[in-house]
């Protein structure tokens, strides 16, 4: 790998380090992530151990560990002679739509198999009278308010009530303990990122919510 790939390289690990655990499982978790999303290509060649440890200025068995990790899980391959390459996956070819990475959440939804129920969007096709009357109520409440609505830990008035509601169950709670996300997608990402760390074990039902298996796969 020559200087300027090298520097690209370092560029796409940007802050690799900043998470939980050992070094080693931090950086082999980034460069499963660079694998996996198609950003480093099938027999593209990494940075020899000790050139990649000098840039990243770790001691030499990090980085040997994390290629050893990569090579069990059948995502690089090592040969005396020839270095460290990204190993060809055996991925579906749905794996990508146009040449570009494609989420795996989405693929049946993109790519509908035939005869297949589909239980990946969970809705009905025409939304239920209460939720019309929900977003009725909650475009009256809304008018004449001066604010543009960006409110990164939710409406407060909706913190409030949610708090009121627990409390009411018999958990006291209070606004500030609650944080409003955008869905579920949000909350299991913000969860993660909390509670998981690179090497960590998450135990799922199944079958689960795929998006769930997303947010752990590139977590832990």
Known sequence: MNGANLDDLIDLLGRWASGRG?????LAARLRALIDDGVLPPGDPLPPDRVLARRLAVGRGTVVAAYDLL?????VTRRQGSGTRVAALDLPASRTVDGVPANP???H???PPDGVALLTCAAPDDPPEALREAYEEAARSLSGLRDLGYQPAGSPVLRAALAAYYTGRGLPTEPGEIMVTTGAQQALTLLAGLLVAPGDTVLTESPTYPGALEVFRHAA
């Open 22 to 26: 050992p070094l080693y499982l931090l």
């Open 71 to 75: 090579q069990q899980e059948g995502r």
């Open 105 to 107: 959440l989405l693929l």
């Open 109 to 111: 939804l993109l790519h």
